[in-house]
């Protein structure tokens, strides 16, 4: 087994300092993590959702980094994901707005006007895929 000993002697020359992280471990893949991300980013998504399906148009949804987190959320009904990665915060995105969609469709009779503006939405994003 290796032993690394490092010695750091930083002084951070403005409000934002960044840390290194590492893994001993021989299987380590990521030397360096950046802590400095952008608190708030904007994002279309074209393309194909889960369960046969696509979108007719570009979602906008905003991409939030929280406490190692990452969030993606549409802001007309904040219909949100998280995940550990951006990669997969954004497929979690996709499959739980496909499947928003059959929650509500299932229910339709018994929504309320709120929940009805919803299934609306939904429905003008969401179609079949051909």
């Known amino acids: 087994m ?6 750091a002697n930083t002084r951070a020359s403005s409000a934002a300092a960044s840390n290194l992280h590492f893994s001993a471990l021989p299987n380590a893949k990521l030397a360096y993590e950046p802590t400095i991300l952008p608190s708030l980013t904007s994002l279309k998504i074209t393309g194909i959702l889960p369960g046969g399906r696509r979108l007719t148009r570009p979602l906008e949804v905003t991409i939030e980094y929280d406490d190692g987190e990452v969030v993606v959320s549409e802001p007309h009904f ?3 994901a998280s995940a550990s990665t951006r990669v997969d ?3 979690a995105f996709r499959r739980i707005f496909s499947k928003y969609l059959d929650m509500l469709s299932s229910r339709e009779s018994r929504l309320d006007p709120y929940l009805r503006e919803q299934l609306a939405y939904l429905r003008s994003y969401i179609t079949t895929a051909e």
Request: proline share 0%; hydrophobic share 60%.
């Open 89 to 91: 915060a954004l497929v």
């Open 2 to 7: 290796a032993t690394v000993t490092l010695y």
């Open 78 to 80: 904040h219909i949100h």
